[in-house]
């Protein structure tokens, strides 16, 4: 239970496709701030179990690379939360300096020990843009991530986090549970920031604030998917005895524990729905060969053939309505390749006169050239570009069962095609491709509350900016939505993190 181009237009609607960041080398470089400290000088700052130096060394070594890799996007070369990407997250990144993390096993205001530190890199955290590591990273790089983020607090040298809060024994889930439950909600006075249900409508739900000053989001307790270190029976029990520290939310460590289990009773009595099963951040997509021709026809009978994959999907503005799920599939034939995208909405959202843009939207992003290397899921960098394909809801898009203005505008009255290619090697580099270059087509059928778009184009292009796609091999592909009903554009939006794509 948490507190918690064509045209300018267009440009700036996909200027943040993805988060904009720099991937950084794996070189040993120190990080500014701590010049100073040798990866020799950084072992006295933390204490792994056991081993020898040189063992703790190199776990150092390996943490700095790798927290260089997939972590300073968001919290900064000296874990502050400064990312280059933090402006456009919300809740905004983890500010680790401070040694106050949320999510622990260990009393209120105690340092988390290092199984907290693991399980929260290893799980991410729902309802925000943190991911779950341990989908696309090994274990070794997962302690070593423990490890190298303490040496952002001194905390970590002065404290040794020993004690953990006992759970106990779960008692029945049962009508009298329940009820006690609820009068406990009441009388601990959770509705006044969660609601009478916990469905967030407390009158002090938008008057809270962190520990550094950033309003702090009050989550529906009725959505399992949004019940930050998880919605099981522990795990919400856990959080009620721990507090999360650093937001509003209390530890309720004073409750007895037959009463916060008749408390943690009552909230997953409220559940609107029983969470599914998470979809791994990182699948694989499988291009199937066909001999057949490929058109941009959605509801083409060929695609019937095609293999389907469920790719998940992270709001980066904490907005629990709407999808997190796609499903993509894949087509290539001698000269074309296709690619078919399907998600839920409840509504159309195309351009219109007299309408606000928040239009929906699709984007497809390629590492250029086919390169599987590291390249972080953002805008791309230095030496490796990547190569975008973006679709938003033009007056060409078909919408069966739905009156739509038959004035609906096109984005760009000099584009027959509602897809527009970019190309970014890093951040502030987005770039337009010329018409010249301009191959990707691409059209959306909206029916029955789904969106489906097919995007197509040539396996491969003169173009040296395009990826390109051969006869066999692998590539990685990424994906964005934007819901225009949830006013969802630019860096609001929901994001994959990058997918293989295989030629079998």
């Known amino acids: 239970m948490g507190l918690t181009v064509k045209s300018t237009v267009f440009f700036f609607s996909v200027l943040l496709f993805f988060i904009p960041v720099q991937v950084f080398s794996e070189s040993q470089d120190h ?17 792994p179990a056991g081993g020898t130096a040189r063992e703790k060394a190199d776990l150092l070594s390996k943490g700095k690379i790798a927290y260089r890799q997939f972590c ?28 106050v ?13 290092d199984e907290d530190l693991y399980r929260t890199i290893r799980n991410g955290v729902p309802g925000t843009a943190m991911p779950a590591w341990g989908d696309v990273l090994n274990d070794q790089t997962l302690l070593a991530l423990v490890e190298y983020i303490k040496i952002f607090s001194d905390r970590f ?69 949004l019940y930050k270190r998880g919605a099981s029976s522990d795990e919400v029990y856990q959080t009620l005895i721990t507090g999360m520290d650093g937001t509003p939310m209390n530890a309720y460590d004073y409750v007895s524990r037959d009463e916060l289990w008749h408390l943690v009773h009552f909230l997953q009595s409220r559940y609107k729905q029983q969470g599914s099963a998470l979809a791994k951040m990182s699948r694989t997509i499988y291009s199937l060969r066909v001999s057949e021709n490929l058109d941009v026809f959605p509801q083409a009978i060929i695609w019937e053939q095609a293999p389907k994959a469920q790719v998940k999907l992270r709001s980066l503005q904490s907005i629990y309505k709407g999808t997190n799920m796609l499903t993509v599939q894949s087509l290539r034939n001698n000269k074309k390749i296709a690619f078919r995208l399907q998600w839920s909405d409840v509504s159309p959202d195309l351009a219109q006169p007299g309408y606000s843009r928040f239009l929906d ?13 590291s390249t972080y899921y953002g805008m791309g960098e230095s030496n490796k570009p990547v190569n975008i394909w973006h679709w938003r809801a033009d007056s060409s898009q078909q919408v069966m069962g739905r009156e739509i203005d038959s004035h609906s505008m096109k984005l760009d009255p000099f584009r027959e095609e509602a897809v527009e290619e970019l190309n970014s090697s890093g ?22 509350g789904k969106w489906t778009v097919v995007f197509i184009r040539d396996l491969v292009t ?8 051969y006869a066999a091999g692998k590539a990685m592909i990424a994906l964005a939505l934007w819901d225009g009903a949830l006013k969802e554009k630019n860096a609001n939006k929901r994001v994959s993190f990058w997918q293989e794509l295989k030629f079998p």
């Open 31 to 47: 990080l500014p701030g701590i010049k100073s400290k040798t990866i020799e000088d950084l072992i006295g700052m933390t204490d």
């Open 72 to 99: 300073i996007h968001c919290h900064g070369e000296q874990g502050q939360g400064k990312g280059k990407t933090s402006p456009y997250l919300y809740p905004h990144s983890r500010d680790m300096t401070l040694g």
């Open 101 to 113: 993390f949320k999510f622990r096993s260990t009393p209120s205001n105690a340092l988390p020990r």
């Open 157 to 225: 040298q002065l404290e040794s986090p020993d004690y953990i809060m006992p759970i106990g024994l779960e008692p029945a889930f049962d009508r009298l549970s329940i009820k006690k439950g609820a009068v406990l909600y009441r009388e601990l006075r959770c509705d006044r920031c969660h609601g009478k249900e916990g469905e967030r409508v407390g009158f002090l739900g938008q008057e809270l604030n962190d520990a550094w000053g950033n309003l702090s989001k009050v989550y529906d307790l009725r959505w399992t998917e």
């Open 361 to 373: 939207g699709a984007a497809l992003q390629f590492v250029s050239k086919s390169s599987i290397q």
């Open 427 to 448: 951040f502030g580099t987005l770039t337009v491709q010329t018409l010249e270059d301009q191959q990707v087509q691409g059209k959306g059928m909206w029916r029955d």
């Open 462 to 469: 003169d173009s040296p900016f395009d990826a390109q796609f």
